[in-house]
């Protein structure tokens, strides 16, 4: 063994020989730490070693055996993981602290009866974990937990135990004792995750690492974690308001468009089979600014309320700003509405939410982004039994959206009289199969039109 002290991008994971100030891989400054890596003298003997075992197969040769799937017992979990837990899977958990990373994962390990879990955390006490778990009101004869950071620890453990599930708890703060960077640096993680890995693997235990998150989203640590590991899933909402979305963005043994809805309660994580009904506010006021999306997330519909307010701006540069949608798109809707529909907004606050705290991707809520921004700036309500599915393009078009069929159900589903769409939505048969009025528009203002004359 050598020692050889390497600097490492703590952002992205690359390494140099020398210090550097800006990343040239991932073009952050001020990243690289020194760290001391082990070069292994005897790789050589190691790979002679292991080619007796393994034997090139033709692909015709492989059996298919059903994947075995384990029920972890959180319907909603199940869901993102493409049906339950796949034996020796590792998996990562990424989310911002506070988000409810822990409270998930020691849901799932007390919910999980029948199988055996142990629980790892480096981050809280037993006894915390003991308050967390009254405070979740669950109990479970089979669920052993443990406050440990030492790596060499934890597989000594696990190997004597050998659980059904491995919860990590959280990655950032497991360390091995033989190198001496600091927990939670670009090597520790490294090594940790392989070392977990390893022991997944070889012993077909699933693993469920925890990850953090850093300010600007991505998941802390290196890139290659997310590499290493065969699923990775982020934990997103707002710490302030109830919902909270589990989202695959990386998934072997499933689909990444699958997703998990919770709320977080006073006593744990909620699954919600059916989040229409919660991000819908139901006031019966008729106010201007609300619009209602029918948008998909992963593959699941839901409608979603959008609130715009617009204002005139009392200092000179008027304000944007936006939670739950993209700005910069915010901007881009406001520009094309100035541009292309003749709307007066250059000189005007707009602000705008999406109910619920949480994040929406799907650009099928352009259109009620627009017409919430509309209504608010004409003091117009919309009724409350219209709904919306549309992109908007820069030429102030309505765009033709996916997944069109399952908007129209959901929205007729949830009592929606109407619902606009683009034009250019292939849809001649459409109409017959649906009780909901279906009204198609080109541009944005015949939107507007049919709604308000
Ligand atoms: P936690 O799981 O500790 O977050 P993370 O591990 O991602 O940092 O959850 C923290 C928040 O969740 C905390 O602010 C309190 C809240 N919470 C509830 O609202 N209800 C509960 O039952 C629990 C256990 C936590
Ligand atoms: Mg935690």
Redesign the pocket.
């Known amino acids: 063994m050598k020692i050889k002290s390497v600097f490492f991008c703590q952002e992205c994971g690359a390494q140099s020989p020398k210090w550097i100030g800006k990343c040239p891989s991932c073009g952050s400054w001020n990243t690289y730490l020194e760290e001391n890596v082990q070069v292994s003298s005897n790789k050589s003997a190691t790979i002679v070693q292991n080619k007796e075992r393994s034997k090139p197969k033709l692909l015709s040769g492989i059996n298919l055996n059903e994947q075995i799937r384990i029920d972890t017992g959180n319907n909603e979990f199940n869901r993102v993981l493409g049906g339950g837990l796949v034996p020796g899977t590792i998996i990562l958990l990424g ?12 849901q799932i390990a007390l919910r999980a009866r029948n199988l055996k879990t142990l629980y790892i955390s480096g ?2 006490s037993e006894q915390q974990i003991k308050l ?1 778990a009254l ?2 009101d669950e109990n479970s004869q089979n669920c052993l937990i443990l406050n440990e950071h030492l790596l060499e620890n934890v597989i000594f453990h696990a190997k004597e135990i050998m659980p059904d599930l491995l919860v990590i ?2 990655i950032q703060t497991m360390q091995i004792e033989k190198l001496d960077s600091s927990p939670g640096s670009v090597s520790q993680i490294r090594e940790c995750t392989s070392e977990l890995l390893k022991f997944a693997k070889t012993y077909s235990v699933p693993t469920l690492l ?1 990850g ?1 998150i850093t300010k600007d989203g991505s998941l802390a640590g290196p890139k290659l974690l997310e590499h290493m590991v065969d699923t990775v899933l982020q ?1 997103e909402g707002d ?1 302030n308001h ?1 919902y909270r979305i589990v989202r695959a963005i990386k998934n072997r043994f499933g689909s990444t468009s699958e997703l998990g809805i919770f709320e ?6 909620r699954e919600v089979s059916n989040p229409s009904e919660l991000l819908l506010s139901h006031n019966d006021l008729d106010m201007s600014g609300v619009a209602i999306s029918a948008s998909v997330e992963g593959i699941r519909p839901f409608l979603i309320e959008v609130q715009a307010l617009v204002s005139s701006a009392v200092y000179g540069t008027p304000q944007r700003s936006s939670t739950g949608f993209d700005l910069r798109r915010l901007n881009m809707l406001l520009a094309v509405l100035e541009k292309r529909a003749g709307f007066r907004l250059a000189q005007k606050d707009v602000f705008l939410n999406i109910a619920g705290g949480i994040k929406v991707d799907d650009p099928a809520i352009d259109l009620a982004v627009i017409c919430a921004i509309l209504s608010s700036d004409q003091d117009l309500s919309i009724d409350k039994t219209k709904c919306f599915a549309g992109e908007i393009g820069l030429s102030g078009e309505i765009r033709p959206v996916t997944r069109i069929e399952q908007r129209i159900s959901e929205a007729e589903k949830l009592g929606f009289k109407e619902i606009f769409i683009s034009k250019h939505n292939k849809i001649q048969s459409l109409q017959s199969k649906f009780k909901i009025k279906i009204s198609l528009a080109a541009k944005v203002d015949e939107v507007f039109r049919a709604m308000f004359g």
């Open positions: 989310g911002e602290p506070g988000i409810g990373k822990s409270t998930l994962a020691l981050e809280e967390r405070r979740i708890d959280s925890i953090h934990f710490r109830i977080m309660q006073q006593d744990g994580l």
